[in-house]
Structure formats: structure tokens, C-alpha cells
């Protein structure tokens, strides 16, 4: 299996929180970028709905090789991994797994974030005893 770090924790906060959301309610596209109103994971990661949109047109146009090469050049991935990903997520569900793993980057990001507050209040307590 790809390492679903390497595509998904690229996806800024709140890509991740609404895919993470979807995944929950189970309102993720199979087979497509984009089905109806829902998108594929990969997919919730992009900037906009233009992207979106040219991922569809690659799909369909060229392939979904290129469609995929796209899709990691947006997120600073690697191809291979994206496609591998998107393979295997059309082919079974991986919900509940793939679920767990974006839980565990999200944890990781919010205790990032309480660190450096923590970080930041120390130094802000500094700089505020050196001014007395």
C-alpha cells in the first residue's frame, strides 16, 4: 500500500478536515475525480474547483496516468504513489482504514499547533519580563 502520509498530509487543514468529514459520512467519489457533489480523496486536496474540473478533462481526454501526474504536481507528490492510491481506492473500499490514518495526521498536526502556542506564550512571557 502507498504511504497515505506522503499524498495526504500535503492537504492544507481544512482540505483535511473536510475530507476526514466526508470519509465519515461516506460521501466520497469512486471512479471519478468528482461523482455528483462528492470528490474522490485525492481530489479534496486540490486548490479549486478549476483544478478539479482538469482533472476530469485529463481523465477522460488522455488518462488517468496523466490525470494522476496532475494531481501530484498540485500537491508536491509523488505520481506513482497518487495513481497507486487512486487504483486501489476505486477497487475496494478503504474507508475505515484510510479514515484512521487521516484521524492520526490530523491528532499530530493539533498537537504541533499546542506546542508552538506553548512556544509562543514562553516567549511572549520573555519579552514581556525583559520591558519591566
Known amino acids: 500500500?502507498?504511504?497515505i502520509s506522503s499524498i495526504f498530509a500535503r492537504f492544507q487543514?481544512?482540505?483535511l478536515v473536510f475530507l476526514i468529514e466526508d470519509l465519515r459520512r461516506g460521501l466520497t467519489a469512486r471512479g471519478s475525480w468528482l461523482e455528483h457533489a462528492n470528490?474522490?480523496?485525492?481530489?479534496h486536496g486540490m486548490p479549486d474547483g478549476d483544478t478539479?474540473?482538469?482533472l476530469e478533462y485529463l481523465n477522460?481526454?488522455?488518462s488517468l496516468?496523466?490525470?494522476c501526474t496532475f494531481a501530484a504536481r498540485v500537491l508536491g507528490?509523488?505520481?506513482g504513489e497518487v495513481e497507486l492510491f487512486v487504483e486501489r481506492w476505486d477497487e475496494a473500499p478503504l474507508a475505515p482504514w484510510l479514515l484512521e490514518e487521516l484521524e492520526q495526521i490530523w491528532l499530530?498536526?493539533?498537537e504541533d499547533a499546542k506546542c508552538m502556542q506553548e512556544v509562543l506564550a514562553l516567549d511572549t512571557a520573555v519579552t514581556l519580563d525583559e520591558y519591566r
Not at 470528490?39 to 481530489?43: E, G, K, S, T, Y
Request: glycine residues 0%; aromatic residues 0%; contains cysteine.
Open 108 to 110: 499530530e498536526r493539533v
Open 77 to 79: 507528490a509523488r505520481p
Open 1 to 3: 500500500m502507498t504511504s
Open 39 to 43: 470528490l474522490c480523496p485525492v481530489a
Open 52 to 54: 478539479i474540473e482538469h
Open 13 to 15: 487543514n481544512l482540505n
Open 65 to 67: 496516468d496523466a490525470a
Open 60 to 62: 477522460q481526454v488522455r
